[in-house]
């Protein structure tokens, strides 16, 4: 049983289809960026050349990639049975697939790779006179988004919700897409990624933001690995595998969403700390002022 489930792909239509396309059309706008003439991007050519660096299509595409390995592959089917491989399911999702994709800053890339037509009416929804355009930063803010993926954190990890995701698909999806909505909405915030519908976060702020979502984390890990009996009566009613009991199988993914599920977070953070003071470097040196010349401060002393 075990190593049938070890080699159990589900491929699902709707997921290919999905990945598939997204794959393309960034594809297509990646090698459009590539082809503008100097003149045409004479403006921004800057900001075109690094929107078509040829790793920022390689980190969307491990994005899709890891987004198609962690919903389709063994780690799904086993999830059902090993409550740290559903764990590692999540952290695929949320913790890789996420910061990759908006790595790859993809939003205007893909805006390229859509036909003209298509592309109207989203330029449409976000420009400065949409009736759209404010809500939808308002409800995407930082702080709402924050509380967002903090309800979602939490919420999907009560045992009622959590054991009813394990027994029915289509609220298994549910809880994916919410992790990773939400997830989304929050390293688009602490990336910066377009398109940008707030006053972007000082480096500082983006720090803060950042860690201040590691302590709910943390401490649902760690009430997880160390809790004294089952908390998930689904995985008390499946196969044992790979020799783990209930409570191993528990405590494990408990440190997998402590450790590894928190560090993602301080490594962005530490990012962000390393670019602050590269900035600081590269700032030319500032010479003394005449009144702190020792000759000039004698002076004034006189």
Known sequence: MTTALLFSWDMRPEVILLLGLLAVVYLRGWLRLRALPVAAAAQSQDQHRALAAGWRLATYWAGLLTLAVSLMSPIDVLGGQLFLMHMTQHLLLTMVAVPLLLIGN???????????????????????????RRPLAMVTSP???????????????DPALYNLALRNPFVHDLQHLSFFITTMLLWWHILGAAPRLHRSLSAGQRIVYTISVVPVNMIIGVVIAFAPSPIYSHYLGVPRLLGLSVMEDQMIAGILMWIPGSEMFFWAALIVLTQIVNAEAKK???????????????????
């Open 106 to 132: 993809p939003f205007p890339v893909l805006m390229w790779g859509l036909p003209r037509k298509a592309r109207r009416p989203v330029s449409a929804v976000l420009s400065e006179r949409s009736p759209v």
């Open 284 to 302: 030319p040196v500032q010479t003394n002022a005449p009144w702190l010349v020792d000759e000039q401060v004698a002076v004034s002393v006189r």
């Open 143 to 157: 702080g709402v988004v924050w509380l967002l993926y903090i309800s979602a954190l939490i919420g999907w990890h």
